[in-house]
């Protein structure tokens, strides 16, 4: 690796949404590049970056001081946030894990003060539980993107927690909030989303599931008109 870590355009994505520039917690950091990257750019005063695991840690550990980043970035040892404590981020960022876990480590998260932090999730599968999950427990979503990257497309979630429980649209749940002018990337997220659809029909029709049938055809009329 040369100064400039090159980190994957999906977290460049989860990077241009970190606006604080205070200190963040990177929650299944893996390689640390996101850090990393943070740190080398400027766009943050200190990271904690922190895995459940021992091999990722060293990886960690091993990136941090190559880039002779010791003081900017913290490695540790922590399941979620539960080896964190709020004072020490004010944005937290949750990146490639399944939606259904981000879920899991935020209601594991004890912190009384969440409505001073930014959230940045970036689910790789299971979002739509995922965005269920934050509208049920009063994390208002203020912003989302989609990602094309290595032949998949993915989602970047910003969040603020507001304790104010909301209901989302059936289409919201799917595409969540895109912005209104859709990209290419948009675009190829909602024709995932409209086979993931249409893989639901079939299994409805199979099982003779008038009401459910109805209610997805719906969704996917909506998604069509957008592209
Ligand atoms: C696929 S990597 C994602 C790395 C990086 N965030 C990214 O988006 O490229 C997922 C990481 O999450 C870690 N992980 C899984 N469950 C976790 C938990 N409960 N708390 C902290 N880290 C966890 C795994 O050990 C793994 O290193």
Request: aromatic letters at 8%.
């Amino acid at each position: 690796m040369n100064k400039n870590v090159k980190i994957s355009k999906r977290l460049l994505k989860c990077a241009k949404m970190v606006t604080s520039k205070g200190n963040i917690a990177d929650v299944g950091t893996d390689h640390a590049y996101l850090p990393i990257y943070l740190a080398l750019t400027n766009k943050i005063s200190h990271a904690i970056a922190c895995d459940i695991h021992k091999e990722p840690l060293n990886n960690a550990k091993s990136n941090v001081k190559l880039f002779n980043l010791e003081n900017a970035v913290e490695v540790r040892q922590s399941d979620g946030l539960k080896n964190i404590s709020s004072s020490e981020a004010d944005t937290v960022v949750i990146a490639g894990m399944g939606g259904n876990l981000i879920a899991k480590i935020l209601k594991d998260c004890k912190w009384e003060n969440k409505k001073d932090k930014e959230f940045i999730f970036q689910p790789m599968k299971y979002e739509n539980n995922l965005r269920v999950y934050l509208s049920k427990m009063g994390y208002e979503i203020k912003k989302e993107i989609a990602v094309k990257c290595s032949g998949k497309v993915y989602t970047v979630i910003k969040a603020n927690y507001t304790a104010q429980p909301y209901e989302l649209t059936p289409t919201q749940v799917y595409i969540g909030f895109l912005p209104d002018h859709l990209n290419d990337d948009a675009k190829c997220y909602i024709r995932k989303q409209l086979n993931d659809l249409y893989n639901r029909i079939k299994g409805a029709i199979a099982k003779g599931l008038k009401d459910q049938e109805a209610y997805y055809l719906k969704i996917i009329k909506k998604l069509k008109k957008l592209l």
